[in-house]
Antibody, heavy 125, light 107 residues
Framework: EVQLLESGGRLIQPGGSLRLSCVGS????????MSWVRQAPGKALEWVAG????????YYAASVQGRFTISRDNAKNTLYLQMNSLRGEDTAIYFC??????????????????WGQGTLVTVSS | DIQMTQSPSSVSASVGDRVTITCRAS??????LAWYQQKPGKAPKSLIY???TLQSGVPSRFSGSGSETNFSLTISSLQSEDFATYYC?????????FGGGTKVVIK
């Protein structure tokens, strides 16, 4: 059974830093593209960042470019999101998600077939 | 970036109704579109990928169609468990943008 388990979310002051983790199990983690998606309270889904299976290629939403860093440790089956210079508008539930590709390597995907349960990040003084 | 626009933002329907949600991309994305269902307090669930391919285990009352800039998700006969919010997402390129969501509520 595929499982994704996020952790690391908490209350943090504006300007602070936080690292989220997502551990994958039940699939060959190193073979899949991964992403972080967030959802502010009562709002729509927002894609945040993505990373290739090897970790060599990373992609970011404009809203987090330069502040957030996505990375992965395939030996530990773990995806990370380092979040710096946090702002109130970063308050959200953060989900990690797994994506399959029709052909690799490619930036074309088949959507997120599995999601974690999410971890809540609250940025407030 | 590719913008995704869903309509309507909310639809009121009864059990047994046929419901159609539309999604428009700001530029052509071929058939690279996914649909998700999200219930309150839960993670999204994948329904459809590549515009019309059902994920394993998704009931056949769900169907997707479209290409390039115009897409739709249809629920042929709405069931009680289908009341939720639905999102489209383009999967052609990064950033992987989502639509604003369509909430299906009980009439």
């Amino acid at each position: 059974e595929v499982q994704l388990l996020e952790s690391g979310g908490r209350l943090i002051q504006p300007g602070g830093s936080l690292r989220l983790s997502c551990v994958g199990s039940g699939f060959t983690f190193r073979k899949y593209v991964m992403s972080w998606v967030r959802q502010a309270p009562g709002k729509a889904l927002e894609w945040v960042a993505g990373i290739s299976d090897s970790g060599h290629d990373t992609y970011y939403a404009a809203s987090v470019q330069g502040r957030f860093t996505i990375s992965r440790d395939n030996a530990k089956n773990t995806l990370y999101l380092q979040m710096n210079s946090l702002r109130g508008e970063d308050t959200a539930i953060y989900f990690c998600a797994k994506e399959d590709l029709p052909v690799a390597p490619s930036t074309i995907g088949l959507g997120f077939d599995y999601w974690g349960q999410g971890t809540l990040v609250t940025v407030s003084s | 970036d590719i913008q995704m626009t869903q309509s309507p933002s909310s639809v009121s329907a009864s059990v047994g109704d046929r419901v159609t949600i539309t999604c428009r991309a700001s530029q052509g994305i071929s058939g690279w579109l996914a649909w998700y269902q999200q219930k309150p307090g839960k993670a999204p669930k994948s329904l459809i990928y590549a515009a019309s391919t059902l994920q394993s285990g998704v009931p056949s009352r769900f169907s997707g169609s479209g290409s390039e800039t115009n897409f739709s998700l249809t629920i042929s006969s709405l069931q009680s468990e289908d009341f939720a919010t639905y999102y489209c997402q383009q999967t052609l390129t990064y950033p992987r943008t989502f639509g604003g969501g369509t909430k299906v509520v009980i009439k």
